[in-house]
């Protein structure tokens, strides 16, 4: 028998392995943005190297023109999105959450339904380029994930469950407006549940690209993902990012392999980075919205 | 004078509920306007398009308008259904659908059981940790590390374990039967661990008094596993079963559009509804068979989403989405 606190190795093992099986992936597009290109033709992508080379980094260092653009707009739609859309959405949520607003049942309902029923993709398309024309601006990666019904919900239970009727009373009845009690009262209060669903809709506006390839067709709005998308899908789209920034660098051909993947793991960076730290937000946002919260 | 007495008071409680409100909405008016940009922002990015139904009953030409083109009545799907195509990717999207619910349902609980085996504190968060941040990483990097296995002359597989076994190199972007277990590899992936975190938390959830009757009564670990923890997730596993099957016909555009690298010659085995519509509209500009495409998703996404929620609520009340 073993002691009680201790684990059994038969259910380590396959834990270990299947830990292994997701970063051994992450491994190996690292391993290769560290390789010699000529060790990359003649190896193929491997999982370790005997020429530890940082070409690839030192070239995207110079490159501000073009991975360096993607990554600023990425930055900036992501931290506009993120602040803008908890606003609404902790604003309309709010609302929803007042026994005594009137139209609070006919306004849950037309939130919910969005739920249930969408118009499809072609519908969607033609809303924000035909009739908003908004196709190649910064406002069409912001507006469509600024708000969702799911995310209004989730807050509106925290709000009905962790802020006592009584409190907003008080607030009231000592002179606060509505907005003030929102303001002062409330949000402060519900700085969990704005963590939680601001970490997940911030790594939604990092990880999107779905709207770029609808709607972008400037290079210039190129977000961080859609621009690896491109120099993934289309090898003639990376060799004229390396030429253009050839000039600006001491390296002679650019080492296209190694770029590619040096790219790819400074987009996964910044999750990676806070994701150790931010785990119990990451998993509270995962059972919230999988058990109903 | 009865009379004038009764004719305001019947005038009052005719118009009473009506006046009600709106002296209630001018009173909590602040919370109308705090209300009013979500609003606003869901009337256009989703009750805009569904009003836009309409236009799989139409031959969309931009020339003459959205609303100016020609009705053509259920042209658009006839057409759709007069070739494979239709089936096909109604076929596809439902068995990828179903054997990744199956495979990643089976492992995911059992992933679930053995986490909460794990004593040590600082181990199971590392298995949390790297079994979640698949989930959080995006498609296009996930494009990225199939293609480190995958690239036909540099990738891991073809250069570093079929060169050397003195095997051929398989073309694998060209290559439509070997999809399915790659598909389904990476969904795996992707999805297993963030669904072994949500039945965690359930199992974590199951009191304790429940183990030590069990150990009282002499019942070993293994017994506990298959006799109390299974058990009692049941209701959890059943709901998100039921849950991902209201979702059957929607596929994961992000999946087949960047694993395949968009590659054509996949199509046979990796086109499913959601790249059907998106080629339709984006690449090929067949308007109509992407308005008629994408109708049909919504619409029987919809059946299925009601029917579920039914039988969600059979099982138990407080599960259900309405």
Redesign the interface.
């Known amino acids: 028998m073993t002691p009680k606190n201790r684990t059994n190795p038969l259910v380590l093992i396959p834990l270990f392995l299947l830990s292994l099986a997701c970063l051994i992936p992450l491994w190996l597009i690292f391993m290769v943005s560290l390789t010699n290109e000529n060790d990359i033709s003649t190896y193929g992508y491997r999982f370790w190297t005997d020429n530890f080379d940082f070409t690839a980094y030192r070239y995207l260092r110079h490159d501000a023109e073009t991975i360096g653009r993607a990554f600023g707009v990425s930055i900036l739609v992501t931290i506009i999105g993120t602040v803008v859309s908890l606003f609404v959405t902790s604003a309309m949520a709010y609302s929803l959450s007042r026994k005594e607003f009137p139209l609070r049942g006919f306004l849950s309902f037309y939130v919910f339904f969005t739920m249930l029923f969408s118009g499809g993709l072609l519908p969607w398309y033609l809303v924000y380029t035909r009739m908003f024309h908004l196709q190649d601006t910064l406002m069409v990666l912001i507006i469509p994930g600024l708000i969702g019904g799911f995310n209004i919900f989730i807050m509106r239970t925290f709000f009905t469950n962790s802020i006592p009727p009584s409190l907003i009373d008080s607030a009231q009845i000592d002179g606060a407006s509505e907005y003030r009690t929102y303001f002062s009262i409330i949000l402060p209060l519900s700085l969990p549940v704005l963590a939680t669903i601001g970490l997940f809709v911030t790594v939604s506006y990092w990880n999107d690209w779905f709207t770029s390839l609808v709607f972008i067709n400037n290079e210039k709005l190129y977000t961080l993902q859609y621009f690896l998308n491109k120099t993934l899908l289309n090898a003639l789209f990376l060799q004229s990012i390396a030429n253009k920034a050839y000039s600006s660098t001491a390296i002679i051909t650019p080492p296209l392999e190694s770029i590619r993947m040096a790219m790819a793991m400074l987009a996964i960076l910044p999750i990676s980075l806070v994701f150790p730290f931010l785990q119990k937000y990451f998993v509270k946002g995962l059972t919230i919205g999988a058990v109903k919260g | 004078m009865a009379t004038s007495i009764i004719a305001p008071a019947t005038e009052t409680i005719a118009s009473k509920p009506q006046k009600k409100?709106l002296q209630?909405?001018w009173k909590?008016r602040?919370?109308?306007i705090?209300?009013i940009?979500?609003?606003a922002?869901?009337f256009?990015?989703?009750?805009?398009?569904?009003?836009?139904?309409f236009?799989a009953f139409k031959n969309l030409n931009?020339t003459k308008g959205?609303l100016g083109s020609d009705w053509v009545g259920f042209d658009n799907f006839k057409f759709m259904f007069a070739s494979n195509d239709a089936w096909m990717i109604i076929k596809h999207t439902i068995l990828y659908n179903f054997t990744f619910l199956a495979i990643n349902t089976v492992l995911a609980v059992l992933?679930a059981v053995?986490?909460n085996?794990?004593?040590?504190r600082i181990?199971s968060?590392?298995?949390?940790?790297?079994?979640?941040?698949?989930?959080?990483?995006?498609?296009?990097?996930v494009?990225?590390?199939?293609?480190?296995?995958l690239?036909p002359?540099?990738?891991?597989i073809?250069?570093?374990i079929l060169e050397p076994l003195g095997k051929e190199t398989i073309a694998w972007y060209a290559s439509p039967e070997y999809w399915p277990y790659i598909l389904t590899i990476v969904n795996t992936?992707k999805s297993?661990?963030?669904l072994a975190?949500?039945y965690l938390?359930?199992i974590v959830g199951i009191d304790q008094e429940y183990y030590e009757a069990a150990r009282i009564d002499g019942a070993g670990?293994w017994k506990q596993m298959t006799k109390i923890t299974v058990p009692l997730i049941t209701p959890?596993i059943i709901i998100?079963t039921l849950l991902a099957i209201g979702r059957i016909f929607n596929a994961d555009?992000?999946l087949f559009y960047?694993a395949t690298?968009?590659s054509g010659m996949l199509k046979s085995t990796t086109e499913v509804i959601d790249t059907y519509?998106?080629n339709a509209?984006?690449v090929t500009g067949d308007?109509g068979l992407?308005?008629a495409a994408?109708?049909l998703?919504?619409v029987v996404?919809?059946i299925l989403?009601?029917t579920v929620n039914r039988i969600v609520k059979r099982f138990s009340s407080?599960?259900a989405?309405?």
């Open positions: 409100l209630r909405l909590y602040s919370l109308l705090l209300a940009p979500g609003f922002l869901l256009v990015n989703n009750y805009l398009p569904m009003f836009g139904i236009l931009y959205i992933l053995l986490l085996e794990v004593r040590n181990l968060k590392f298995f949390q940790s790297t079994m979640l941040l698949p989930h959080f990483i995006s498609m296009v990097i494009g990225y590390l199939v293609y480190g296995f690239n002359e540099l990738g891991f073809n250069k570093s992936w297993v661990g963030y975190v949500v938390a359930a670990r959890v998100m555009f992000g960047q690298m968009a519509v998106y509209l984006l308007t992407a308005a994408g109708l998703q919504s996404g919809f989403v009601i407080d599960n989405l309405f």
